[in-house]
């Protein structure tokens, strides 16, 4: 089981946030947020297929190192949401979440992706 937020380069527990970028204590790589966090939804997702994706849920599996507000504006990005208030949670995008996450990992690009591009 891997609950929590890894190291790109050297899979160790990620424990600090700045804003953009969680550090690594061990290997001292900077990992941006939003990768590190999609790298989590997408251990739930495996290990739990049919958990429905909430922020609350994803602080709690990330161990609570990001805010929830950077969560839901990352789930928020990255997937639709459903429903309303407390009852909301969020659904992969037309385009599959391991696709997007691949071209996020080997594109290198964080911070922001192409939104919407294909609603
Ligand atoms: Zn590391």
Redesign the pocket.
Known sequence: MKKGVF??????P?AYQTRYFLH??????T?PVDIAILQAVKELRTLFPEEKITTLKIHDWTGKIVSKPRIRQILKNHFIRQGHGKYSYYMEKKITFNKELNTVLSSNIYGVLPEDDDM
């Open positions: 190291c790109q380069t050297c899979s160790s990620l690594c204590p061990f290997c001292q790589t990992n």
